[in-house]
Protein backbone atom coordinates (compact mmCIF):
# COMPACT_ATOMS: atom_id res chain seq x y z
CA UNK A 1 0.00 0.00 0.00
CA UNK A 2 1.02 3.89 -0.62
CA UNK A 3 2.14 5.99 1.65
CA UNK A 4 -0.36 8.31 2.53
CA UNK A 5 1.68 11.42 1.68
CA UNK A 6 2.64 9.91 -1.66
CA UNK A 7 -0.75 9.56 -2.37
CA UNK A 8 -1.47 13.33 -1.41
CA UNK A 9 1.65 14.27 -3.48
CA UNK A 10 0.18 12.15 -6.86
CA UNK A 11 -2.86 13.81 -6.33
CA UNK A 12 -0.93 17.53 -6.57
CA UNK A 13 1.26 16.78 -9.28
CA UNK A 14 -1.26 15.67 -11.63
CA UNK A 15 -2.47 18.97 -10.80
CA UNK A 16 0.16 21.18 -11.29
CA UNK A 17 1.23 19.37 -14.62
CA UNK A 18 -2.56 20.14 -15.70
CA UNK A 19 -2.00 23.80 -14.79
CA UNK A 20 0.88 23.71 -17.02
CA UNK A 21 3.74 23.24 -14.55
CA UNK A 22 6.25 20.93 -13.91
CA UNK A 23 4.57 17.86 -11.43
CA UNK A 24 7.77 17.18 -9.55
CA UNK A 25 7.05 20.70 -7.40
CA UNK A 26 4.03 19.02 -5.74
CA UNK A 27 5.44 17.39 -3.14
CA UNK A 28 2.85 17.12 0.17
CA UNK A 29 3.61 17.40 3.66
CA UNK A 30 2.42 17.62 6.46
CA UNK A 31 1.43 20.21 8.09
CA UNK A 32 3.88 22.87 10.48
CA UNK A 33 0.73 24.38 10.99
CA UNK A 34 -1.59 22.17 11.75
CA UNK A 35 -4.02 25.27 13.19
CA UNK A 36 -4.41 26.03 9.54
CA UNK A 37 -4.37 22.78 7.58
CA UNK A 38 -3.53 19.06 7.90
CA UNK A 39 -1.41 19.21 5.04
CA UNK A 40 0.53 21.36 2.63
CA UNK A 41 2.76 22.04 -0.10
CA UNK A 42 5.35 24.40 -1.33
CA UNK A 43 5.60 24.00 -4.62
CA UNK A 44 4.70 27.38 -6.39
CA UNK A 45 7.43 28.61 -4.17
CA UNK A 46 10.04 26.62 -5.56
CA UNK A 47 8.99 26.81 -9.46
CA UNK A 48 8.21 30.92 -9.35
CA UNK A 49 11.92 31.43 -10.52
CA UNK A 50 11.38 28.63 -13.01
CA UNK A 51 8.17 29.78 -14.38
CA UNK A 52 9.10 33.51 -13.62
CA UNK A 53 5.83 34.09 -11.81
CA UNK A 54 4.42 35.30 -8.81
CA UNK A 55 4.10 31.90 -6.63
CA UNK A 56 0.59 33.09 -5.72
CA UNK A 57 -0.13 32.83 -9.45
CA UNK A 58 0.97 28.96 -9.54
CA UNK A 59 -0.72 28.34 -6.12
CA UNK A 60 -3.91 29.94 -7.86
CA UNK A 61 -3.64 27.84 -11.06
CA UNK A 62 -3.01 24.54 -8.96
CA UNK A 63 -5.87 25.30 -6.40
CA UNK A 64 -8.26 25.46 -9.63
CA UNK A 65 -7.51 22.07 -11.01
CA UNK A 66 -8.21 20.84 -7.62
CA UNK A 67 -11.99 21.99 -6.97
CA UNK A 68 -13.48 18.68 -7.76
CA UNK A 69 -10.42 16.88 -6.23
CA UNK A 70 -11.75 13.88 -4.29
CA UNK A 71 -9.11 13.59 -2.22
CA UNK A 72 -8.55 17.44 -1.28
CA UNK A 73 -11.87 19.12 0.23
CA UNK A 74 -9.69 22.15 0.87
CA UNK A 75 -6.86 23.33 -1.45
CA UNK A 76 -6.38 27.46 -0.08
CA UNK A 77 -4.12 28.85 -2.10
CA UNK A 78 -2.13 31.57 0.67
CA UNK A 79 0.37 34.55 0.23
CA UNK A 80 3.25 34.59 -0.63
CA UNK A 81 2.21 31.07 -2.56
CA UNK A 82 1.42 28.21 -0.33
CA UNK A 83 -1.46 25.55 -0.70
CA UNK A 84 -2.49 24.73 2.64
CA UNK A 85 -4.74 21.27 2.12
CA UNK A 86 -7.21 19.43 4.04
CA UNK A 87 -8.47 16.16 2.92
CA UNK A 88 -11.89 14.43 2.38
CA UNK A 89 -13.24 12.24 5.21
CA UNK A 90 -14.10 9.67 2.32
CA UNK A 91 -10.33 9.74 1.19
CA UNK A 92 -9.10 9.16 4.90
CA UNK A 93 -11.51 5.77 5.10
CA UNK A 94 -10.53 4.44 2.37
CA UNK A 95 -7.05 4.64 3.37
CA UNK A 96 -7.92 3.33 6.22
CA UNK A 97 -10.08 0.46 5.04
CA UNK A 98 -6.80 -0.15 3.33
CA UNK A 99 -4.90 -0.64 6.15
CA UNK A 100 -7.61 -2.84 8.17
CA UNK A 101 -7.18 -5.54 5.63
CA UNK A 102 -3.88 -5.29 4.11
CA UNK A 103 -1.63 -7.14 5.63
CA UNK A 104 0.75 -5.90 8.27
CA UNK A 105 -1.70 -2.51 8.26
CA UNK A 106 -0.01 -1.90 4.54
CA UNK A 107 3.21 -1.91 4.49
CA UNK A 108 4.72 -3.10 1.19
CA UNK A 109 7.45 -5.94 1.46
CA UNK A 110 10.78 -5.37 -0.12
CA UNK A 111 11.20 -6.89 -3.61
CA UNK A 112 14.71 -8.18 -3.10
CA UNK A 113 14.27 -9.07 0.61
CA UNK A 114 17.76 -8.68 2.40
CA UNK A 115 19.38 -11.83 4.54
CA UNK A 116 20.61 -9.83 7.54
CA UNK A 117 22.78 -10.75 10.23
CA UNK A 118 22.16 -8.46 13.79
CA UNK A 119 24.93 -8.65 16.12
CA UNK A 120 24.22 -7.54 19.27
CA UNK A 121 24.47 -8.63 23.05
CA UNK A 122 27.98 -9.21 23.15
CA UNK A 123 27.71 -10.37 27.23
CA UNK A 124 30.88 -12.04 28.25
CA UNK A 125 30.93 -16.33 29.95
CA UNK A 126 30.99 -16.50 33.45
CA UNK A 127 30.78 -12.86 33.81
CA UNK A 128 27.32 -10.96 35.50
CA UNK A 129 25.33 -9.18 33.23
CA UNK A 130 26.11 -5.31 34.23
CA UNK A 131 24.41 -2.42 32.79
CA UNK A 132 26.41 -2.41 30.19
CA UNK A 133 24.76 -5.03 28.50
CA UNK A 134 21.22 -3.51 28.75
CA UNK A 135 21.57 -0.88 25.77
CA UNK A 136 22.97 -3.44 23.05
CA UNK A 137 20.61 -5.99 24.44
CA UNK A 138 17.39 -3.20 24.26
CA UNK A 139 18.50 -1.70 20.74
CA UNK A 140 19.54 -4.73 19.03
CA UNK A 141 16.02 -6.94 19.64
CA UNK A 142 14.20 -3.81 18.23
CA UNK A 143 16.14 -3.31 15.60
CA UNK A 144 16.47 -7.20 14.54
CA UNK A 145 12.33 -7.89 15.12
CA UNK A 146 12.08 -3.96 12.58
CA UNK A 147 14.01 -5.28 10.06
CA UNK A 148 12.24 -8.77 10.06
CA UNK A 149 8.64 -7.11 10.39
CA UNK A 150 10.08 -4.94 7.09
CA UNK A 151 10.16 -8.36 5.45
CA UNK A 152 14.12 -8.96 5.30
CA UNK A 153 15.52 -12.55 6.55
CA UNK A 154 16.93 -11.70 9.97
CA UNK A 155 19.16 -13.79 11.92
CA UNK A 156 20.04 -12.00 15.68
CA UNK A 157 23.64 -13.73 17.01
CA UNK A 158 24.75 -13.10 20.98
CA UNK A 159 28.46 -13.00 19.90
CA UNK A 160 29.99 -13.82 23.43
CA UNK A 161 33.12 -13.30 24.27
CA UNK A 162 33.73 -16.99 25.22
CA UNK A 163 37.27 -16.96 24.40
CA UNK A 164 40.66 -16.11 25.12
CA UNK A 165 42.76 -15.20 28.14
CA UNK A 166 39.39 -14.73 30.80
CA UNK A 167 38.56 -18.27 29.93
CA UNK A 168 42.26 -19.02 30.70
CA UNK A 169 42.42 -16.99 34.07
CA UNK A 170 38.92 -19.30 35.66
CA UNK A 171 40.20 -22.49 34.24
CA UNK A 172 43.45 -21.54 35.99
CA UNK A 173 41.55 -20.35 39.64
CA UNK A 174 39.58 -23.62 39.07
CA UNK A 175 43.02 -25.54 39.18
CA UNK A 176 44.72 -23.64 42.16
CA UNK A 177 41.09 -24.43 43.82
CA UNK A 178 40.56 -27.92 43.00
CA UNK A 179 43.91 -29.34 41.65
CA UNK A 180 42.79 -33.05 41.72
CA UNK A 181 39.42 -32.30 39.04
CA UNK A 182 40.11 -34.96 36.46
CA UNK A 183 40.26 -31.91 33.80
CA UNK A 184 44.22 -31.00 34.96
CA UNK A 185 45.15 -35.09 35.10
CA UNK A 186 46.57 -34.87 31.29
CA UNK A 187 46.76 -39.02 31.75
CA UNK A 188 43.00 -39.47 32.42
CA UNK A 189 41.54 -41.51 30.06
CA UNK A 190 38.13 -41.59 31.16
CA UNK A 191 34.38 -39.98 30.90
CA UNK A 192 34.51 -36.77 32.36
CA UNK A 193 31.88 -35.83 34.86
CA UNK A 194 28.84 -34.48 33.54
CA UNK A 195 28.11 -32.09 36.69
CA UNK A 196 30.32 -29.06 36.18
CA UNK A 197 32.14 -28.87 39.32
CA UNK A 198 30.80 -25.45 40.47
CA UNK A 199 27.71 -23.10 40.26
CA UNK A 200 27.10 -19.77 38.42
CA UNK A 201 27.51 -17.80 41.69
CA UNK A 202 30.88 -19.55 42.10
CA UNK A 203 31.83 -18.59 38.46
CA UNK A 204 30.92 -14.99 38.85
CA UNK A 205 33.09 -14.74 41.72
CA UNK A 206 36.34 -16.71 40.31
CA UNK A 207 36.84 -14.51 37.26
CA UNK A 208 37.20 -11.10 39.25
CA UNK A 209 39.46 -12.70 41.48
CA UNK A 210 41.54 -14.34 39.12
CA UNK A 211 41.78 -11.10 37.00
CA UNK A 212 42.89 -9.40 40.31
CA UNK A 213 45.36 -12.22 40.95
CA UNK A 214 47.19 -12.16 37.61
CA UNK A 215 47.13 -8.14 37.60
CA UNK A 216 49.47 -8.89 41.21
CA UNK A 217 51.45 -12.22 40.48
CA UNK A 218 53.08 -12.76 37.55
CA UNK A 219 53.69 -16.32 37.63
CA UNK A 220 49.89 -16.70 37.85
CA UNK A 221 49.64 -14.79 34.87
CA UNK A 222 52.13 -17.24 33.11
CA UNK A 223 49.66 -19.59 34.18
CA UNK A 224 46.50 -18.78 33.00
CA UNK A 225 48.28 -17.97 29.47
CA UNK A 226 49.39 -21.69 29.54
CA UNK A 227 45.89 -22.68 30.54
CA UNK A 228 44.62 -20.52 27.12
CA UNK A 229 47.09 -22.06 25.21
CA UNK A 230 45.78 -25.21 25.79
CA UNK A 231 42.33 -24.99 25.44
CA UNK A 232 42.97 -22.96 22.06
CA UNK A 233 44.81 -25.95 21.47
CA UNK A 234 42.34 -28.38 22.19
CA UNK A 235 43.50 -30.29 25.19
CA UNK A 236 40.78 -32.29 26.20
CA UNK A 237 40.72 -31.80 29.67
CA UNK A 238 40.74 -27.90 29.51
CA UNK A 239 38.05 -28.21 26.36
CA UNK A 240 35.56 -30.69 28.88
CA UNK A 241 35.74 -27.73 31.42
CA UNK A 242 35.28 -24.88 29.19
CA UNK A 243 32.38 -26.78 27.96
CA UNK A 244 31.31 -26.90 31.51
CA UNK A 245 31.49 -22.68 31.58
CA UNK A 246 29.73 -22.30 28.69
CA UNK A 247 26.89 -24.39 30.23
CA UNK A 248 26.48 -22.80 33.13
CA UNK A 249 27.10 -19.69 31.66
CA UNK A 250 24.49 -19.92 29.04
CA UNK A 251 21.81 -20.94 30.58
CA UNK A 252 22.66 -18.09 33.13
CA UNK A 253 22.27 -15.37 30.16
CA UNK A 254 19.10 -17.39 28.46
CA UNK A 255 17.51 -16.46 31.66
CA UNK A 256 18.42 -13.34 32.04
CA UNK A 257 17.56 -12.36 28.01
CA UNK A 258 14.42 -14.17 28.41
CA UNK A 259 13.34 -11.29 31.51
CA UNK A 260 14.49 -8.97 28.83
CA UNK A 261 12.04 -10.34 26.35
CA UNK A 262 15.69 -11.04 23.82
CA UNK A 263 15.61 -14.02 21.82
CA UNK A 264 18.76 -14.93 19.97
CA UNK A 265 18.71 -17.18 16.97
CA UNK A 266 22.27 -17.93 17.47
CA UNK A 267 24.28 -18.29 20.65
CA UNK A 268 27.66 -18.13 18.66
CA UNK A 269 30.46 -16.52 20.04
CA UNK A 270 34.08 -15.34 20.01
CA UNK A 271 35.27 -19.31 20.33
CA UNK A 272 33.58 -20.64 16.98
CA UNK A 273 35.65 -17.97 14.93
CA UNK A 274 38.97 -19.73 16.40
CA UNK A 275 39.03 -21.91 13.25
CA UNK A 276 38.56 -19.58 10.67
CA UNK A 277 41.48 -17.38 11.86
CA UNK A 278 44.58 -19.23 10.33
CA UNK A 279 43.25 -19.09 6.67
CA UNK A 280 42.08 -15.67 6.88
CA UNK A 281 45.54 -14.86 7.72
CA UNK A 282 47.31 -16.23 5.31
CA UNK A 283 44.69 -15.55 2.72
CA UNK A 284 45.51 -11.91 3.85
CA UNK A 285 49.33 -12.59 3.46
CA UNK A 286 49.32 -14.29 0.36
CA UNK A 287 47.56 -11.65 -1.45
CA UNK A 288 49.53 -8.91 -0.28
CA UNK A 289 47.21 -6.96 2.10
CA UNK A 290 49.06 -8.02 5.29
CA UNK A 291 52.52 -6.85 5.90
CA UNK A 292 54.86 -6.91 9.09
CA UNK A 293 55.23 -3.64 10.50
CA UNK A 294 56.99 -3.69 14.45
CA UNK A 295 56.85 -7.17 14.24
CA UNK A 296 52.82 -7.16 14.03
CA UNK A 297 50.89 -8.62 10.78
CA UNK A 298 48.81 -5.25 9.77
CA UNK A 299 47.02 -4.20 6.94
CA UNK A 300 46.76 -0.59 5.93
CA UNK A 301 43.06 0.66 6.02
CA UNK A 302 43.67 4.32 5.56
CA UNK A 303 41.88 5.96 2.36
CA UNK A 304 42.90 9.29 0.73
CA UNK A 305 39.48 11.24 1.76
CA UNK A 306 40.06 10.52 5.07
CA UNK A 307 39.73 13.70 7.72
CA UNK A 308 41.22 11.81 10.27
CA UNK A 309 44.06 9.27 10.81
CA UNK A 310 42.57 5.77 10.66
CA UNK A 311 45.06 3.40 11.89
CA UNK A 312 46.25 0.29 10.37
CA UNK A 313 44.31 -3.08 11.76
CA UNK A 314 46.60 -5.17 13.41
CA UNK A 315 45.61 -8.62 12.47
CA UNK A 316 48.43 -10.64 14.87
CA UNK A 317 50.52 -9.05 17.46
CA UNK A 318 54.45 -9.34 17.60
CA UNK A 319 53.68 -12.79 19.25
CA UNK A 320 51.55 -14.48 17.25
CA UNK A 321 48.30 -13.89 19.35
CA UNK A 322 44.74 -12.84 17.38
CA UNK A 323 43.33 -9.81 18.72
CA UNK A 324 39.82 -8.32 19.15
CA UNK A 325 39.67 -7.55 15.45
CA UNK A 326 41.03 -10.70 14.19
CA UNK A 327 37.79 -12.56 15.87
CA UNK A 328 35.51 -10.38 14.54
CA UNK A 329 37.33 -10.22 10.96
CA UNK A 330 37.08 -14.37 11.32
CA UNK A 331 33.47 -14.31 12.06
CA UNK A 332 32.62 -12.03 9.25
CA UNK A 333 34.71 -14.72 7.55
CA UNK A 334 32.65 -17.64 9.12
CA UNK A 335 29.28 -15.75 8.74
CA UNK A 336 29.66 -15.12 4.68
CA UNK A 337 30.29 -19.01 4.68
CA UNK A 338 27.63 -20.31 6.53
CA UNK A 339 24.93 -17.70 5.75
CA UNK A 340 25.55 -15.59 2.99
CA UNK A 341 24.90 -11.74 4.60
CA UNK A 342 23.79 -8.71 2.67
CA UNK A 343 24.42 -6.90 5.53
CA UNK A 344 25.81 -7.58 9.09
CA UNK A 345 24.36 -4.94 11.55
CA UNK A 346 27.20 -4.69 14.67
CA UNK A 347 25.22 -2.79 18.10
CA UNK A 348 27.54 -1.89 20.37
CA UNK A 349 28.99 1.05 22.33
CA UNK A 350 29.66 4.24 20.14
CA UNK A 351 33.22 4.12 21.45
CA UNK A 352 33.93 1.44 19.18
CA UNK A 353 32.81 3.43 16.32
CA UNK A 354 36.77 3.90 14.85
CA UNK A 355 37.30 0.01 15.30
CA UNK A 356 34.20 -1.22 13.52
CA UNK A 357 35.38 1.69 10.52
CA UNK A 358 38.39 -0.22 11.06
CA UNK A 359 37.16 -3.47 10.73
CA UNK A 360 34.94 -3.02 7.72
CA UNK A 361 37.42 -1.30 5.16
CA UNK A 362 39.64 -4.57 6.01
CA UNK A 363 36.86 -6.92 6.27
CA UNK A 364 36.34 -5.45 2.56
CA UNK A 365 39.50 -4.44 1.29
CA UNK A 366 41.14 -8.14 1.87
CA UNK A 367 37.80 -9.65 -0.05
CA UNK A 368 35.94 -11.72 3.56
CA UNK A 369 32.57 -9.68 1.98
CA UNK A 370 31.72 -8.52 -1.60
CA UNK A 371 31.84 -5.08 -1.96
CA UNK A 372 27.72 -4.92 -2.05
CA UNK A 373 27.76 -6.22 1.39
CA UNK A 374 26.72 -3.84 3.87
CA UNK A 375 28.67 -3.77 7.01
CA UNK A 376 26.89 -1.27 9.36
CA UNK A 377 27.85 -0.14 12.68
CA UNK A 378 24.95 1.37 15.25
CA UNK A 379 27.19 2.95 17.98
CA UNK A 380 25.19 3.75 21.07
CA UNK A 381 25.32 6.32 23.65
CA UNK A 382 26.19 6.32 27.15
CA UNK A 383 23.36 5.39 29.91
CA UNK A 384 23.76 7.91 32.71
CA UNK A 385 22.78 8.66 36.02
CA UNK A 386 21.08 11.65 37.10
CA UNK A 387 24.23 13.37 37.50
CA UNK A 388 25.03 12.82 34.46
CA UNK A 389 27.79 11.08 34.78
CA UNK A 390 27.68 6.85 33.73
CA UNK A 391 24.76 5.26 35.52
CA UNK A 392 26.55 3.64 38.50
CA UNK A 393 24.82 1.91 42.06
CA UNK A 394 24.45 3.89 45.36
CA UNK A 395 27.21 2.37 46.37
CA UNK A 396 29.22 3.38 43.37
CA UNK A 397 29.80 -0.02 41.47
CA UNK A 398 28.50 -0.87 37.86
CA UNK A 399 25.21 -2.45 39.02
CA UNK A 400 23.92 -5.85 38.16
CA UNK A 401 21.54 -5.83 35.30
CA UNK A 402 19.30 -8.15 37.71
CA UNK A 403 19.43 -5.55 40.36
CA UNK A 404 18.48 -2.70 38.26
CA UNK A 405 15.82 -4.37 36.66
CA UNK A 406 14.46 -5.76 40.84
CA UNK A 407 14.47 -1.85 41.24
CA UNK A 408 12.48 -0.52 38.60
CA UNK A 409 9.63 -3.30 38.92
CA UNK A 410 9.65 -2.47 42.70
CA UNK A 411 9.03 0.56 42.31
CA UNK A 412 6.76 0.33 39.01
CA UNK A 413 4.53 -2.26 41.92
CA UNK A 414 4.31 0.94 44.27
CA UNK A 415 3.08 3.38 41.42
CA UNK A 416 0.24 0.13 39.76
CA UNK A 417 -0.61 -0.19 44.20
CA UNK A 418 -0.78 3.83 44.13
CA UNK A 419 -2.66 4.35 41.09
CA UNK A 420 -4.98 1.25 41.94
CA UNK A 421 -5.82 3.10 45.70
CA UNK A 422 -6.39 6.19 44.22
CA UNK A 423 -8.84 4.64 41.49
CA UNK A 424 -10.88 2.77 44.55
CA UNK A 425 -10.16 -1.17 43.15
CA UNK A 426 -8.42 -3.54 44.94
CA UNK A 427 -5.42 -5.54 43.00
CA UNK A 428 -4.39 -8.86 43.85
CA UNK A 429 -0.66 -8.88 45.39
CA UNK A 430 0.33 -11.85 42.90
CA UNK A 431 -1.46 -10.06 39.41
CA UNK A 432 0.55 -6.61 40.81
CA UNK A 433 3.52 -7.73 40.72
CA UNK A 434 3.37 -10.02 37.17
CA UNK A 435 2.02 -6.33 35.72
CA UNK A 436 4.88 -4.63 37.35
CA UNK A 437 7.04 -6.68 35.96
CA UNK A 438 5.63 -6.28 31.71
CA UNK A 439 5.42 -2.70 32.94
CA UNK A 440 8.28 -2.63 34.41
CA UNK A 441 10.31 -3.52 31.37
CA UNK A 442 8.25 -1.72 29.24
CA UNK A 443 9.23 1.20 31.52
CA UNK A 444 13.18 0.36 30.86
CA UNK A 445 12.91 -0.31 27.05
CA UNK A 446 11.04 2.46 26.77
CA UNK A 447 12.86 4.95 28.82
CA UNK A 448 16.19 4.19 26.02
CA UNK A 449 14.46 2.98 23.02
CA UNK A 450 12.45 6.94 22.36
CA UNK A 451 16.19 8.30 22.92
CA UNK A 452 18.05 8.25 19.13
CA UNK A 453 20.31 5.59 19.43
CA UNK A 454 23.84 7.39 19.46
CA UNK A 455 22.66 9.79 22.35
CA UNK A 456 23.14 9.59 25.94
CA UNK A 457 20.29 9.70 27.90
CA UNK A 458 19.81 10.08 31.76
CA UNK A 459 18.43 6.68 33.09
CA UNK A 460 16.07 8.33 35.61
CA UNK A 461 13.60 5.50 37.08
CA UNK A 462 10.69 7.98 38.19
CA UNK A 463 10.72 9.43 34.82
CA UNK A 464 10.46 5.98 33.27
CA UNK A 465 7.95 4.70 35.65
CA UNK A 466 5.81 7.41 35.12
CA UNK A 467 1.60 6.86 33.85
CA UNK A 468 2.37 10.27 32.16
CA UNK A 469 4.52 11.59 29.66
CA UNK A 470 6.73 10.23 27.13
CA UNK A 471 7.10 6.93 29.19
CA UNK A 472 6.15 3.18 28.04
CA UNK A 473 3.89 2.75 31.02
CA UNK A 474 1.65 5.70 29.50
CA UNK A 475 1.57 3.75 26.00
CA UNK A 476 0.67 0.78 27.64
CA UNK A 477 -2.08 2.35 29.68
CA UNK A 478 -3.65 3.87 26.29
CA UNK A 479 -3.63 0.31 24.89
CA UNK A 480 -4.80 -1.26 28.47
CA UNK A 481 -7.41 1.57 27.81
CA UNK A 482 -8.48 0.46 24.49
CA UNK A 483 -8.95 -2.70 25.78
CA UNK A 484 -11.24 -2.28 28.45
CA UNK A 485 -13.34 0.12 26.34
CA UNK A 486 -14.10 -2.96 23.26
CA UNK A 487 -14.52 -5.30 26.74
CA UNK A 488 -17.07 -3.27 27.94
CA UNK A 489 -19.26 -2.82 24.46
CA UNK A 490 -18.91 -6.39 24.39
CA UNK A 491 -20.34 -6.76 27.57
CA UNK A 492 -23.10 -4.34 26.16
CA UNK A 493 -23.56 -6.75 23.41
CA UNK A 494 -22.16 -5.65 20.90
CA UNK A 495 -20.12 -7.23 18.02
CA UNK A 496 -16.61 -6.58 17.37
CA UNK A 497 -16.47 -8.72 14.31
CA UNK A 498 -19.05 -6.90 12.72
CA UNK A 499 -17.87 -3.27 13.50
CA UNK A 500 -17.14 -1.58 10.75
CA UNK A 501 -15.18 2.22 10.42
CA UNK A 502 -16.82 5.13 9.62
CA UNK A 503 -15.75 8.46 8.61
CA UNK A 504 -14.59 10.66 11.06
CA UNK A 505 -17.03 12.47 13.24
CA UNK A 506 -14.75 15.64 14.43
CA UNK A 507 -11.41 17.42 14.15
CA UNK A 508 -10.02 15.06 16.95
CA UNK A 509 -11.10 11.76 15.62
CA UNK A 510 -9.73 13.65 11.99
CA UNK A 511 -6.51 14.16 13.69
CA UNK A 512 -6.39 10.98 15.25
CA UNK A 513 -7.03 8.96 12.33
CA UNK A 514 -4.36 10.87 10.39
CA UNK A 515 -1.88 10.01 12.84
CA UNK A 516 -2.69 6.74 12.44
CA UNK A 517 -2.12 6.40 8.58
CA UNK A 518 1.57 7.25 8.86
CA UNK A 519 1.97 3.61 10.06
CA UNK A 520 3.67 2.76 7.21
CA UNK A 521 5.88 5.80 6.37
CA UNK A 522 7.24 5.12 10.24
CA UNK A 523 8.26 1.69 9.39
CA UNK A 524 10.46 2.08 6.28
CA UNK A 525 11.98 5.25 8.59
CA UNK A 526 12.74 3.44 11.31
CA UNK A 527 14.08 0.51 9.55
CA UNK A 528 16.59 2.72 6.64
CA UNK A 529 17.43 4.91 10.03
CA UNK A 530 18.01 1.96 12.07
CA UNK A 531 15.84 4.52 14.56
CA UNK A 532 13.50 2.68 17.29
CA UNK A 533 12.93 5.71 18.60
CA UNK A 534 10.58 6.85 15.03
CA UNK A 535 8.20 4.03 17.02
CA UNK A 536 8.41 5.71 20.03
CA UNK A 537 7.46 9.04 18.68
CA UNK A 538 4.73 8.01 16.43
CA UNK A 539 3.14 5.48 19.09
CA UNK A 540 3.31 8.34 21.89
CA UNK A 541 1.55 10.96 19.49
CA UNK A 542 -0.69 7.73 18.29
CA UNK A 543 -1.71 7.63 22.56
CA UNK A 544 -2.53 11.70 22.60
CA UNK A 545 -4.47 11.66 19.67
CA UNK A 546 -6.20 8.86 20.30
CA UNK A 547 -6.66 10.27 24.42
CA UNK A 548 -7.63 13.79 22.77
CA UNK A 549 -10.45 12.40 20.84
CA UNK A 550 -11.78 9.61 23.61
CA UNK A 551 -11.99 12.53 26.07
CA UNK A 552 -13.83 14.49 23.42
CA UNK A 553 -16.20 11.78 22.06
CA UNK A 554 -18.51 9.49 24.57
CA UNK A 555 -18.15 6.25 23.00
CA UNK A 556 -19.90 4.00 24.90
CA UNK A 557 -23.13 6.28 25.59
CA UNK A 558 -23.49 6.72 21.69
CA UNK A 559 -26.75 6.04 20.94
CA UNK A 560 -26.51 5.88 16.57
CA UNK A 561 -24.98 2.15 17.00
CA UNK A 562 -23.34 2.70 13.29
CA UNK A 563 -21.20 5.68 14.32
CA UNK A 564 -20.71 3.54 17.83
CA UNK A 565 -19.69 0.38 16.14
CA UNK A 566 -17.12 2.51 14.04
CA UNK A 567 -15.11 4.10 16.61
CA UNK A 568 -14.87 0.49 17.89
CA UNK A 569 -13.83 -0.32 14.95
CA UNK A 570 -11.20 2.17 14.88
CA UNK A 571 -10.18 0.95 18.47
CA UNK A 572 -9.60 -2.20 17.70
CA UNK A 573 -6.94 -0.98 14.78
CA UNK A 574 -5.31 1.31 17.26
CA UNK A 575 -5.20 -1.54 19.34
CA UNK A 576 -3.57 -3.90 16.98
CA UNK A 577 -1.16 -1.33 15.62
CA UNK A 578 -0.24 -0.17 19.16
CA UNK A 579 0.68 -3.75 20.20
CA UNK A 580 2.31 -4.67 17.10
CA UNK A 581 4.54 -1.16 17.40
CA UNK A 582 5.51 -2.22 21.17
CA UNK A 583 6.65 -5.66 19.91
CA UNK A 584 9.09 -4.42 17.93
CA UNK A 585 10.33 -2.62 21.05
CA UNK A 586 10.56 -5.48 22.63
CA UNK A 587 7.83 -5.55 25.09
CA UNK A 588 4.23 -6.13 26.01
CA UNK A 589 0.94 -4.52 27.23
CA UNK A 590 -0.61 -6.41 29.98
CA UNK A 591 -4.55 -7.06 30.23
CA UNK A 592 -5.25 -4.88 32.98
CA UNK A 593 -3.01 -1.79 35.31
N1 LIG B 1 32.13 -9.01 24.22
C1 LIG B 1 32.47 -7.67 23.88
C2 LIG B 1 32.61 -6.80 25.14
O1 LIG B 1 32.08 -7.14 26.18
C3 LIG B 1 31.46 -7.00 22.98
C4 LIG B 1 31.28 -7.64 21.63
C5 LIG B 1 30.68 -6.70 20.63
N2 LIG B 1 30.46 -7.30 19.34
C6 LIG B 1 31.40 -7.51 18.44
N3 LIG B 1 31.10 -8.16 17.32
N4 LIG B 1 32.63 -7.05 18.58
O2 LIG B 1 33.24 -5.77 25.07
Given at each position: ??????????????????????????????????????????????????????????????????????????????????????????????????????????????????????D?GGPNIAKAL???????????????????????????DIHMGDWGMPMGLIIQELQERYPNLPYFDEDFQGEYPEEAPFTIAELEEIYPTASGKSKEDPAYKEKAMEATLKLQNGERGHRALWNHIMRVSIADLKRNY??????FDLWKGESDAHDWIPDMVKDMK???????????L?????????????????ILKSDGAALYNTTDLATIKMRMVEY??????????????????????????????????????????????????????????????????????????????????????????????????????????????????????????????????????????????????????????????????????????????????????????????????????????????????????????????????????????????????????????????
Open positions: MKKILDMLTEEMQKAFEAAGYEGALGRVTVSNRPDLCEYQCNGAMAGAKQYKKAPIMIANDVAAKLVNSKVFQEVEAVAPGFLNLKITEEFLLEYLQGMESADKFGLDMPANPKKIIVYHVGHLRPAIIGESVKRIARFVGHDVVGSNLNVEEDGYAYISDGAVVDVKEESDTKEIPPCIQPDKIIYVTDKRQDLYFEQVFRCAKKTKLVKPETELFHIGFGTMNGKDGKPYKTRQGGVPRLENLIGEINEEMLRKIKENSETKGYRVDEEEASKTAQIVGLAAVKYGDLSNQPAKDYVFDVDRFTSFEGDTGPYVLYTIVRIKSILAKYKEQGGDLEKAQLQTAQNASEKAFVMELAKFNGIMEAAYEESAPNKICAYIYDLANQFNRFYHETPILSEENAVKKAGWIALLELTRDILETCIDLLGFSAPERM
